[in-house]
């Protein structure tokens, strides 16, 4: 069994002092979401056990917001940035998942961006309750996180319609189920 968790960076800054895409930062409702998202993630089990993370700015300052919220509740996972996650489509993320064989992790996080994660995950998803489903293909707004279950051995036997939508929340979502 292998768990796929996709979150995409929270809310950003609209453009970077630098003129960069990749140098946005979070602002201020990006920083409450990542808190937000990494709060649930630590009432969720079972964690990510590596997390893989685009060297972009607004990606790394999520994975660090959503860390500090959950840091002390959960074992501490191996991190690694990787520039191939910033501006990756469906069918390079589905080769940065393939390639985490190499490592073998149980449950990997990717930390990364729009349009790729949307699509890798529809791609990956067969699945899982409709609801969440048809929400995930509408939308994945910032900082929302899809988890997704396969019932392979290794990350290498991953392929199209073969993960199940175990669960797709947002800030939103969290914030109103603890209302």
């Known amino acids: 069994m292998r768990r796929l968790m996709l ?3 929270a809310k ?6 630098s003129g960069r895409d990749q140098d946005r930062r979070l602002d201020h409702r990006g920083h409450g979401d990542a808190t937000e ?10 964690f990510p056990n590596t997390v893989l993370v685009s060297h972009a700015i607004r990606a790394h300052q999520t994975w660090e ?5 959950m840091k002390d509740l959960v074992p ?9 996650l910033y501006g990756a489509d469906a069918a390079e993320l589905l080769q940065i998942i393939r390639h985490a064989s190499e490592a073998d992790p149980q449950r990997l996080l990717l930390v990364g961006h729009n349009p790729g994660l949307q699509e890798v995950g529809e ?3 067969a699945a899982g309750e409709v609801e969440l489903r048809e929400r995930l293909r509408e939308k994945f707004p910032t900082a929302a996180l899809a988890v997704i279950d ?5 990350w290498n036997r991953v392929h199209e319609r073969s993960g199940r939508l175990d669960r ?8 109103a189920a603890t209302k």
């Open 7 to 9: 979150l995409r960076h």
């Open 12 to 17: 950003t800054e609209h453009d970077a002092p």
């Open 37 to 46: 998202i990494g709060g649930w993630i630590a009432r969720h089990r079972p």
């Open 65 to 69: 917001v959503a860390w500090q919220a």
């Open 76 to 84: 501490k996972p191996v991190v690694e940035l990787m520039p191939e």
């Open 123 to 125: 791609f990956l998803i």
């Open 150 to 154: 396969f019932a392979i051995g290794r």
């Open 168 to 175: 797709y929340v947002t800030p939103r979502m969290v914030a």
